[in-house]
């Protein structure tokens, strides 16, 4: 099973059940025809329709506790490589271009220009979800099945990048990053550090999807190249070029109700012009790569980025619960998990009118084990790593983990946690930087370094 136990907090174990029945509700097990649309097959927003929500949000649940239903999702976009390609070429490049809103054949159905022509992150999300696949469950995976997708993919990027006069970078410009308030700006970070992602890949795998000794060189050469804007003190990471520069939002004036979205109370131009954000962006990237930033990176982007941040996403809560607590802040990760559980079945403060925010489900699942439980993901660890620091309403947590072909369960209660290897094989565990062998059918206790037990 999938299931995650919490004791001592029956609001938080009803919010986790209710997330787990929707993520398993919403796919359909051995059919890559589909993926899972952005309302959880539960209500007409968004039209039934594919975003990046499959890959970032909803993947890791599939990929951690029944790969066999992950591979039917990233099966879908090779799937739907026709379509992307066409996508491509009707913007005049080459290679696959996924679209922001996908039907079941890759084509792209967003009705809005500026996300449609802008959110290519997209792209690289698709293939750093094929790699999350091939490191977690299947290493063939990439240098298989997905091969062809990840070096068309990589043709796009190099078609869609520019070179400025006087930069000696290539560049990614008009974007509009994971942030959907900040339209058409140049060097997304998070864009760009998932572009180099993909593209590395590319250079990697792309023997056995058809690409040319050159061109592999080309996409390691443009990885390289793309550059994370930064402040001049060199710490703070840009969500872009233009951040900075843009206008005060004047939060306290123009947000009144804070129980409503800030975008239902002011324009869009007003929005588009102003420094702030719908959702994580470059905590986003901060999260999926936490080795390639300091804990000072990480804090100056919290300390900065928050205070301009409306969460007027349901996609948002979850990164910052995740990051909150890299940075020991226990209080404001709480907060971002109720914000996060309480979307769906609070009716007063959410409610699933139109449908389940399932990407906001995987978010739930998200917090607690690569969260709370501080499982390190495969991209992030080659060992089954895990930092458990509960929350103090949380006596215990339980939850079963699918791991590069081992299967385990963790157990984490009273500054205790116990690993049990149900598998035959053995592998190497590190708990509290704690490292061990653990034999197949054994179990081993770590406790928890340092007083005060969380
Ligand atoms: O993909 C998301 C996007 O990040 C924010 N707006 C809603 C979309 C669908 O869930």
Redesign the pocket.
């Known amino acids: 099973g999938a299931d995650v136990l919490i004791e001592g907090d029956d609001e938080a174990q009803l919010a986790m059940r209710a997330s787990v029945y929707h993520l398993l509700r919403a796919h359909v097990p051995g059919d890559s025809r589909v993926a899972i649309d ?2 959880g097959y539960a209500g007409e927003a ?1 039209w039934g329709r594919f ?3 499959t890959e970032m949000y909803l993947l890791p649940f599939y990929l951690y506790t029944d790969p066999l239903r992950a591979r039917t999702l990233v099966d879908f976009r090779v799937r739907a490589l026709p379509g992307a390609r066409d996508n491509a070429a009707s913007y005049g490049y080459r290679g696959a271009r996924y679209p922001w809103e996908s039907d079941s054949d890759g084509r792209e159905c967003c009705p809005n220009w500026q996300y449609r022509d802008h ?1 290519i992150h997209v792209t690289a999300d698709v293939a750093y979800a094929m790699a999350h696949y091939a490191r977690a469950a299947e290493p063939a995976y990439v240098r298989g099945p997905a091969a062809e997708a990840i070096v068309e993919a990589a043709r796009y990027w190099l078609d869609r990048m520019d070179r400025r006069p006087g930069d000696s970078h290539p560049s990614i410009l008009g974007v509009m990053g ?1 942030n ?1 308030y900040g339209p058409i700006n140049s060097n997304n970070a998070y864009t760009n550090r998932l572009a180099a992602f993909a593209l590395k890949l590319a250079a990697e795998v792309g023997q056995e999807g058809g690409a040319t000794p050159k061109e592999r060189c080309a996409f390691a050469e443009a990885a390289a190249g793309l550059p994370i804007p930064r402040a001049k003190d060199g710490v703070l990471v840009l969500e872009n070029e233009e951040f900075a520069t843009r206008a005060d939002p004047r939060f306290n004036e123009l947000w009144r109700n804070r129980n409503a979205t800030y975008a239902a109370q002011v324009s869009q131009e007003r929005i588009y012009r102003s420094k702030c954000l ?2 994580a962006d470059v905590l986003m990237l901060m999260m999926l790569f936490p080795h390639e930033f300091t804990d000072a990176e990480v804090k100056a982007a919290w300390d900065y980025y928050l205070p301009f941040t409306t969460h007027d ?3 948002s809560a979850g990164a910052h619960a995740i990051i909150a607590l890299r940075l020991g802040l226990h209080e404001q990760a709480w907060e971002f998990w109720r914000m996060s559980a309480d979307k769906d079945i609070d009716t007063e403060h959410g409610g699933a009118a139109e449908g389940i ?3 906001g489900c995987g978010a739930n699942w998200q917090i607690a084990v690569l969260g709370f439980a501080g499982m390190a993901t495969a991209l992030q660890s080659e060992t089954f790593t895990l930092a458990p620091q509960l929350p103090a309403r949380w006596k215990r947590l339980v939850f079963p983990v699918a791991w590069r072909g081992s299967r385990l369960r963790v157990d984490v209660a009273a500054g205790r946690c116990e690993v049990t290897n149900l598998g035959q094989e053995g592998l190497q565990v590190r708990v509290w930087g704690e490292s061990r062998h653990l034999p197949g059918g054994q179990m081993i206790a770590f406790e928890r370094p340092g007083k005060g037990k969380r």
Request: charged share 30%.
């Open positions: 952005a309302k968004y975003f990046w929500d959110e994971p959907e719908k959702q996403s349901s996609l925010h399932i990407a």
